[in-house]
């Protein structure tokens, strides 16, 4: 059974597809705890939620007629088959996007990547928690090793110093040399988003995309199910 905080269909606010429409299931249950976190109510485990099987959760996908699918949270990657959910989606000839915070390993999910030979099919945004989070210390770094060109990074930053510190992991890691795409994103009400363009412009950041949520500037930021 998979704990579901909410599901439905909007845009996508952010990442690769931001814009396109996708149909949203987020679960429950999250090992972080971020300063800024918009989705805080669903980071118990026993939030409010509805338990569903993998074959209630297709159908339901199945009946929205939308090919995206952004599996988010809380932390997807903590929902014990989540694996499982993911090759059932795929085998819908649909499009996965995958939303985690980074700390948890993402080893067993590249495996099933590779046996499957997955391409575009299955994308992985990888959150990188800077400073400005509390919770730096819980990044699992061994995941950047496991990056394919079809995945992202995103930071989402509060302050310079946050900047400083995701150009730091960026050149590092060499994510623009090896394809990732990589977006830079502000805290809502904390940082101007002018202000990340003009580091961007200081340090010469190419290939870095200064990122928005459209879906807080469509629909009020508090919204759910959006």
């Not at 995206?68 to 996007?97: A, F, H, W, Y």
């Not at 302050?159 to 994510?175: G, M, P, T, V």
């Amino acid at each position: 059974m998979f704990r579901v905080a909410e599901k439905f269909v909007s845009i996508n606010g952010e990442s690769r597809r931001a814009g396109e429409l996708a149909v949203f299931i987020r679960f429950t249950g999250c090992n972080l705890n971020c300063s800024y976190c918009d989705t805080a109510w669903a980071i118990p485990e026993d939030s409010p939620h509805e338990e569903l099987t993998k074959e209630e959760i297709i159908e339901y996908i199945k009946s929205t007629g939308v090919d995206n699918i952004t599996l988010t949270g809380g932390e997807p990657m903590l929902q014990s088959e989540i694996n499982d959910l993911i090759v059932d989606c795929i085998s819908l000839n649909k499009r996965v996007e995958i939303e985690t915070n980074g700390a948890v390993s993402l080893e067993d999910l590249y495996e099933e990547i590779q046996k499957l030979s997955l391409r575009d099919e299955v994308s992985v945004t990888l959150d990188y928690k800077c400073p400005g989070s509390g919770m730096k210390e819980f990044m699992v770094m061994e995941n950047y090793d496991l990056l394919r060109e079809y995945d992202t990074v995103k930071f989402v930053v509060s302050d310079e110093d946050d900047l400083d510190r995701a150009r730091e992991i960026i050149e590092s890691q060499k994510l623009v040399e090896r394809k990732v795409a990589v977006y830079l994103s502000p805290v809502f009400g904390r940082i101007e988003p002018k202000t990340i363009v003009e580091y961007m412009m200081e340090h010469k950041m190419n290939g870095v995309t200064n990122q928005l949520q459209q879906h807080k500037f469509i629909w009020p930021p508090e919204m759910r199910g959006v």
